[in-house]
């Protein structure tokens, strides 16, 4: 593939990464209201309730062309709508630069990952924003979402190890060959491929939904109180579907020491907690083992190093 083919390719994944930001807007706003369908009616000012017009309505550049306020009633409209937008596109140019990044030639695999990779950023994306105002996960999200994750990987067992050309020979080494997402395979040989990545996808969600729903019984006999919501539950499992039993358990890993350094930082400003949702530090978590896991493998790795060479000093 040409250098100019891949440009093309590269900017167009960001474009549509806008586009796609603009939907889940519609997204963010409709589904925790029940208010009406995510397809219909078109978006309109919820002040003085005119239709926003075509042009009106152009990812990132609308918004500042208006100045942050409806063409009509001049009502402010939030700079969320923008973020998302912005937050998406830039997600979508990282998942384009992961499909294209040193492939002489992309083909299904690259494909498949960059289509697999977008949907779970946009997915994370309208949890995120709706557990930040709401404090729910949605179920339209988490649930078909698992079930995406699970025929995904059903479907191209590439994803949780196997590589083509072991596909065409029948056999899959679950710790060798291309891996497009971290999901580590299974612990012991399936050879059919198909079942190998499917078992794989689903030990992730089981991992995935285990371990916060084994957290919320612990905290609750603890503290007497919910500690985590049903909705953390099944949107671990959405993850754990995609990214296997051991990316999910590092994103559970990531998640308590992103909310923690949250936690510490509010408290010595405010002097106070209050409810913090921790669904936006579970997307944070598998952000990162969604798109820097050799990053993540590598610093874990340091920290082990170090404590060991600080308990053999403290031993010795």
């Known amino acids: 593939m040409a250098d100019s083919q891949r440009l093309v ?19 963010i706003f409709r589904l925790p209201r029940n208010c009406m369908s995510i397809v219909g009616p078109r978006s309109r000012c919820p002040k003085c309730l005119n239709w926003i017009a075509w042009f009106d309505n152009i990812p ?18 939030s700079v969320r709508y923008t973020l998302v937008e912005l937050l998406t596109g830039v997600l979508f140019l990282v998942a384009g630069w992961r499909a294209l990044h040193g492939v002489p030639a992309p083909g299904l695999p690259q494909a498949v990952g960059f289509a697999l990779e977008a949907w779970l950023v946009a997915a994370m994306i309208v949890c995120t924003f ?7 996960l949605p179920d339209e999200i988490t649930l078909s979402g698992i079930v ?19 596909l065409e020979a029948d056999a899959l080494p679950l710790h060798h060959g291309w891996h497009w997402l971290p999901g580590h395979g299974l612990p012991w040989a399936v050879r059919e491929p198909h079942l190998a990545s499917l078992l794989a996808s689903l030990a992730g ?29 099944k949107y671990m499992a959405m993850v754990g579907s995609v990214l296997g039993w051991r990316g999910v358990l590092l994103t559970f890993v990531l998640a308590c020491l992103a ?13 106070r907690m209050g409810y913090v949702p921790f669904g936006p530090f579970l997307s944070v978590g598998a952000l990162a083992m969604l798109f820097w896991a050799p990053l993540v493998d590598a610093a874990l790795a340091a920290y082990l190093r170090g404590t060991h060479h600080l308990l053999d000093r403290f031993i010795h």
């Open 9 to 27: 390719l590269f900017v167009f994944s960001g474009l549509f990464g806008l586009v796609i930001g603009s939907f889940l807007n519609v997204c």
């Open 60 to 77: 990132v550049l609308s918004w500042g062309v208006l100045g942050g306020k409806c063409r009509h009633c001049r009502n402010p409209i």
């Open 130 to 136: 709706i557990d930040l105002e709401f404090r729910i």
């Open 148 to 166: 995406i994750g699970l025929a995904a990987s059903a479907a191209f067992p590439f994803l949780h190890g196997g590589s083509l050309l072991d």
């Open 205 to 233: 969600a089981l991992a995935g939904g285990g371990s916060i729903w084994l957290v919320g019984v612990l905290g609750k006999l603890i503290f007497r109180k919910d500690a985590m919501g049903f909705g953390d539950v």
């Open 259 to 271: 909310g923690s350094i949250f936690g510490i930082g509010k408290y010595a400003a405010v002097r």
